[in-house]
């Protein structure tokens, strides 16, 4: 198994399918070339400060390595986000959490481009001219 270090590789997982859990959101993609399993860890600011998140991330990389990489499917991404119930939760309940988590039917999101970004292609003509803002004279 290798870790995803890279954040387009993170961002292509994101778009794939999810299954939620109160501890953690498992993403995962599968890929065309025959690369080992990869998974990646990540828990958002939103969940506390430095040491909780760090402590959160260490439970997750813990959780992967008691499990055994029979479950899960080759040639395939994987992404752990954390949540802050992570920390209180019971470890032995997350380890069977993330082995439903790979068993179970993943949901599948499809995601499009996200609104504001890149150029809008449903504009026909020319933009109009911004109005001008004039003082009164």
Known sequence: MDRLRQRA????????????????????????????????????????????????????????????????????DYVLVGRSAALSRDFATMLDDLRMAFTKPARHTAKGPAKGRGPRTDRTGPRPAPAASRKPD
């Not at 760090?54 to 990389?61: D, S």
């Open 9 to 76: 590789d993170f961002l292509a997982v994101a778009n794939g399918a999810r299954v939620n859990s109160p501890a953690f959101v498992l993403q995962s993609r599968p890929r065309d070339d025959g690369g080992p399993i990869r998974i990646g860890f990540t828990v958002t600011k939103k969940n506390g400060n430095a040491p909780a998140r760090n402590r959160i991330r260490r439970r997750l990389r813990e959780l992967v390595k008691r499990l055994d990489p029979v479950s899960m499917q080759p040639h395939h």
